[in-house]
């Protein structure tokens, strides 16, 4: 019923150079898979030469982050438009490493979401709890205020993806067992049903991310409510990401 999505986040990696020849691999590689859909996340440097590069194929290009504003005085910032401009189809808000280290609150990750929305982008809304919160049985408390913020005010939910991306498995090694996942993503689907109702709650995609590797990511994705990945480190790697997608295909 979801088509799986999986995508690449290369996060603080690869040159123009070095990003048009892993796309240009991945689309030789994935010109020819079926039921399942794929986007990659390449810095905003390189999102216009890979996008361009990707052109005439079915894989999906992804800003990692933006303002919420459209234009202004805002030195050093990327906004929706431009990065919509540079070619990107889908935007990534709210990562961990975004409400780490740069600040970004749950209101903040909903004007962004709004702001990816309003410039034709999809997006994909990243929630997740630490360790300390998991150890704290505070996993649903958390994810539940990060979802309600970054999703107030959106009424229109075809091109929302949301990405349950434990801190405490992002990087580590330390992947989510399926079970553990699962039961977030079937949470996280109640509170969509709450919103949307259960007719758009069930078309809505939500992808596990952390630590997915070509041997745990087809355990996770047969679960009924993970449908599709967002991948870090595995991603910059062709054949572990060709084989995270092909075992993404038809599981969601
Ligand atoms: C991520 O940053 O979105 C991520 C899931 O990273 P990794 O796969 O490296 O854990």
């Known amino acids: 019923m979801r088509t799986p999505f999986v995508v690449g986040n290369w996060k603080l990696h690869k040159t123009i150079s070095e990003a048009l020849a892993l796309v240009t691999e991945l689309k030789n590689q994935l010109g020819a898979v079926k039921g399942v859909a794929v986007g990659v ?149 109640k509170q969509l049903t709450a919103r949307f109702g259960a007719d758009v709650a069930n078309t809505i995609r939500i992808q596990y991310g952390g630590s997915v590797k070509p041997s745990n990511a087809e355990a996770l994705i047969a679960e009924p409510d993970i449908d599709g990945a967002l991948v870090g480190g595995a991603s910059l790697e062709v054949a572990d990401f060709v084989a995270i997608v092909k075992a993404a295909r038809g599981n969601a």
Do not use: M
């Not at 005439?56 to 990065?83: D, K």
């Not at 091109?159 to 991306?165: D, K, N, T, W």
């Open 41 to 189: 996340a390449p810095p905003s440097t390189a999102l216009h030469a890979v996008a361009k590069r990707l052109e005439g194929s079915s894989i999906a290009v992804a800003s990692q982050n933006h303002h919420w504003e459209i234009s202004g005085a805002w030195t050093g910032e990327v906004s929706a438009p431009l990065v919509a401009d540079a070619g990107a189809t889908w935007a990534i808000v709210g990562h961990s490493e975004r409400r780490q280290f740069f600040g970004d609150t749950n209101e903040g990750v909903g004007k962004k979401a709004k702001a990816a929305l309003a410039a034709g982008l999809g997006a994909i809304v990243c929630v997740g709890e630490t360790l300390a919160e998991r150890d704290a049985s505070r996993t649903l408390e958390i994810v539940d205020a990060q979802l309600a913020g970054a999703l107030a005010g959106i009424t229109d939910a075809s091109r929302l993806v949301i990405a349950y991306e434990p801190v405490w498995a992002i990087g580590t090694g330390r992947t989510a067992t399926p079970g553990q996942a699962q039961e977030v993503h079937a949470h996280l689907r």
